[in-house]
T-cell receptor, first 111, second 115 residues
Framework: SQELEQSPQSLIVQEGKNLTINCTSS?????LYWYKQKYGEGLIFLMM?????EEKSHEKITAKLDEKKQQSSLHITASQPSHAGIYLC???????????FGTGTSLTVIP | NAGVTQTPKFQVLKTGQSMTLQCAQD?????MSWYRQDPGMGLRLIHY???????DQGEVPNGYNVSRSTTEDFPLRLLSAAPSQTSVYFC??????????????FGQGTRLTVV
């Protein structure tokens, strides 16, 4: 079973375009993490959100946790080839120390 | 800072062989966990530990054993490897679980192939 649904599964965008990746849970999220994984490499921490309505930005990447804490979005502005990779959301859904990941979104940025 | 160190980075096993994936962290984190990453399945939790001497099962624990004798180390054991265990394995640690209050750190991964 997939506790966290990510959409879309893959994205191909032209350099300079904006894009959004969504992460949805059927249960309340107790902390939501976003990671980036370059192909064949480990996970790179992007940011974490804890409070409903919280929004964080780092360079051209912005993530938000909705008020009901059941969905998060990751938005990239003016995408660059360096943004390419797999984006993963992760969350503690049950507050029982069981941390789940979404299936990931593969992003390709065409120069 | 070493962070989370996983060894080995690559491993090929024959069906039925046993091996241990090592994970060590030097940040004095209480919480450590193991995941496997498979195409189309994302990362799935295998086992986790909230402190030395305490372990528990995650989403896909079958075929794997863990122990936590020290705060620093959290090895993952495959007692009898099967082709279905071919995957990329990640170890993670954080100060107090994965609640979003503190950052979680991941190792670089171990790519395991069982033939």
């Amino acid at each position: 079973s997939q506790e966290l649904e990510q959409s879309p599964q893959s994205l191909i965008v032209q350099e300079g375009k904006n894009l959004t990746i969504n992460c949805t849970s059927s249960k309340t999220l107790y902390g939501l993490y976003w990671y980036k994984q370059k192909y064949g490499e480990g996970l790179i921490f992007l940011m974490m959100l804890q409070k409903g309505g919280e929004e964080k930005s780092h360079e051209k990447i912005t993530a938000k946790l909705d008020e009901k804490k059941q969905q998060s979005s990751l938005h990239i502005t003016a995408s660059q080839p360096s943004h390419a990779g797999i984006y993963l959301c992760g969350a503690d859904i049950y507050t029982g120390n069981q941390f789940y990941f979404g299936t990931g979104t593969s992003l390709t940025v065409i120069p | 800072n070493a962070g989370v160190t996983q060894t080995p980075k690559f491993q090929v096993l024959k069906t039925g062989q046993s091996m241990t994936l090592q994970c060590a962290q030097d940040m004095n984190h209480e919480y450590m966990s193991w995941y496997r990453q498979d195409p189309g399945m994302g990362l799935r939790l295998i086992h986790y530990s909230v402190g030395a001497g305490i372990t528990d099962q995650g989403e896909v624990p079958n075929g794997y054993n863990v122990s936590r004798s020290t705060t620093e180390d959290f090895p993952l054991r495959l007692l009898s490897a099967a082709p279905s265990q071919t995957s990329v394995y990640f170890c993670a640690s954080s100060y107090d679980g994965m609640t979003g209050e503190t950052e979680a750190f991941f190792g670089q991964g171990t790519r395991l192939t069982v033939v």
